[in-house]
């Protein structure tokens, strides 16, 4: 009977320890997941906070160094799907000569072409020169890398390249995950900073064309004029060798060259026949030319490595001149964006040489140019689409129902457009949260006021806007954020923006609750005047929404 006792106790205990192995595994399990997950909310993190595209970039491949505990080299190679090539955009650990001149490479062979065609990651140890397999497990590792795609919208923008540990220790399931995890944090790192570039660009781009109106009406020497339009071309596209004002002289019957920047005097520049060159044939058919390096064209055969953009100058359909940029500072070609920005200071320079009415026509470059900043930030929330222009609408209605004269209702609507710039900083993960947010994720939400008013400072003709961006979440009752400022030491323009934008979340779907009707949406505003809202703002809100026509037409923006 002892022995039968023994024998069950020992097999007892083997159980036990056997259970207890088990356990130890899947706790180590569960701490290397959430040492992985935690590891990734802190790159996360450090990454939103970073909107400058070029040191995003330099945070990535330090943040994966960091994650694999040192590797001996790591990449990030940039996708240009036009030449079908990787950049270097980020190289450490890499010899010098490993890096071709120029920084590129085609996308032909290879695993990060592999990566960037098929968009999955890849794991590889112990590869030979004819190989291409995920393991050898019997064999000592010779080479280990890590090769991860990073998306935006679907669509391989970078890829990854890490090789090899310091520690001489293979890659393993692990370190594919975390890098994974990385590449997914930095997608949204590198769409939130390429947004920040095109804003910046953006408000850039409204504040020349402001420039340019501005001075349309005060200088009379158009000379001046155009070299003021030339100067500021050249800062909105980042510099430019090569600029110059081609108009058409009716006596000679060929285009002469007015106003001319770069390395040659405009007395050396020929007169340019109708149809002849580049210029004479923008100026023949009446419609702008981008070319990027000039020997895949039929305009400059020979000519290698050049980019330009030449665009006509007409009024009233009829074509009086060109205005031409040749090679860009940096370098870099010609987009679309700047075409699109010079077809539109060729337009205000058509109209200044004949003394024509600029301001309606500006006016309507302002608002569109707005209205996209305004749905660039719409954008990042599928819930909240149209927003920015319903609030846009409210806002000037209820200005007008309170008498405000014209001019303050123009500032009101570009204004309101505006209100949330400022999120264009703020993570996606907490914009589209269908959670209760936490305090750490509330309080970031609480920075887009201050985020926006400096976004928009810059722009001189903005500036008087800056107020109704930074304080639209202040409370009348000195709640709000971020100052506390209270009643009527809030500016009245804020207190609109605020009872309008807070009527359109009430009565928007979003993804944690389906919208409210109508007449509780008015209740609300009456439960909360005089607290949240100003109540002579709430009682011209009421009266708007009595017609309810219109709000049903304000309600449909962008749905």
């Known amino acids: ?44 993190r450090s990454l939103s906070s970073i909107l400058d595209q070029e040191m995003v970039f330099e945070t990535i491949v330090d943040n994966v160094i960091n994650v694999l505990s ?23 650990g890499l010899d010098p000569e490993i890096v071709p001149e120029g920084g590129r490479i085609p996308i032909e062979d290879g695993i990060a072409a592999k990566v960037f065609h098929t968009g999955e990651a890849v794991l590889l140890n112990d590869i030979e020169d004819n190989e291409d397999t995920r393991v050898l497990e019997a064999s000592k590792v010779v080479r280990s890398s890590i090769c991860a795609p990073i998306l935006i919208a679907n669509r391989v923008v970078a890829v990854l390249s890490i090789s090899n540990k310091i520690s001489g220790v293979a890659f393993t399931e692990a370190d594919l995950r975390l890098v994974e995890g990385v590449a997914i944090e930095s997608s949204l790192a590198i769409k939130n900073a390429r947004m920040w570039q095109d804003l910046k660009r953006k408000v850039l781009e409204l504040n020349t064309l402001h420039e340019v109106g501005k001075n349309l009406g005060l200088v009379l020497d158009i000379n001046k004029l155009l070299e003021l339009v030339l100067d500021l071309t050249a800062k909105v596209l980042g510099g430019v060798k090569t600029s110059s004002v081609i108009l058409y002289d009716a006596e000679t019957e060929a285009l002469q060259v007015m106003l001319y920047k770069g390395s040659r005097s405009v007395g050396s520049l020929q007169p340019i026949k109708s149809g002849e060159g580049i210029a004479g044939k923008v100026f023949q058919r009446g419609e702008p030319i981008i070319i990027n390096d000039f020997s895949s064209t039929d305009q400059g055969v020979g000519v290698t490595g050049r980019s330009s953009i030449c665009v006509p100058l007409k009024v009233k359909d009829k074509s009086i001149g060109v205005l031409s940029v040749s090679d860009k500072e940096s370098g870099e070609p010609f987009d679309s964006s700047d075409l ?10 058509s109209v200044s040489l004949y003394n024509a009415q600029l301001y309606e026509d500006l006016e309507a470059s302002y608002l569109s140019a707005v209205r996209a900043l305004a749905n660039s930030i719409d954008a990042k929330d599928a819930y909240t689409r149209g927003h920015s222009e319903r609030v846009a609408r409210y806002s000037m209605e209820i200005g007008r129902a309170m008498g405000l004269n014209t001019d303050e209702i123009k500032n009101l609507h570009i204004g309101a457009l505006l209100h949330d710039i400022g999120k264009i900083g703020i993570s996606e993960a907490i914009i589209n949260k269908n959670s209760k947010l936490t305090d750490e994720e509330y309080q970031e939400i609480k920075t887009h006021p201050s985020r926006g008013a400096s976004i928009i400072e810059p722009a001189k003709f903005l500036r008087e806007k800056v107020p109704l961006i930074k304080f639209h979440h202040e409370r009348y009752d000195g709640r709000g954020y971020p100052d506390g400022l209270k009643g009527e030491n809030i500016p009245l323009m804020a207190r609109i923006v605020c009872c309008a934008d807070s009527f359109d979340a009430m009565t928007s779907r979003r993804a944690y609750r389906d919208t409210m009707p109508l007449d509780e949406a008015r209740k609300e505003l009456i439960r909360c005047s005089g607290t949240q809202f100003d109540p002579r703002v709430v009682s011209a809100f009421l009266e708007v929404l009595l017609d309810e026509k219109k709000f049903e037409t304000i309600e449909n923006l962008g749905k």
Request: hydrophobic content about 45%; some cysteine.
């Open 1 to 44: 009977e002892m022995g039968v006792l023994i024998e069950a106790f020992n097999q007892m205990s083997q159980g036990i320890n056997v259970h207890l192995t088990e356990l130890r595994q899947k706790n180590l399990l569960l701490e290397n997941r959430n040492f992985e997950l935690s590891t990734l909310q802190q790159i996360g």
């Open 340 to 349: 699109d920005m010079l077809v539109t200071l060729a337009s205000q320079i």
């Open 70 to 92: 040192s590797v001996k080299r790591c990449s990030l190679l940039l996708v240009d799907e036009k030449r079908n090539e990787f950049i270097f955009r980020v190289a450490k």
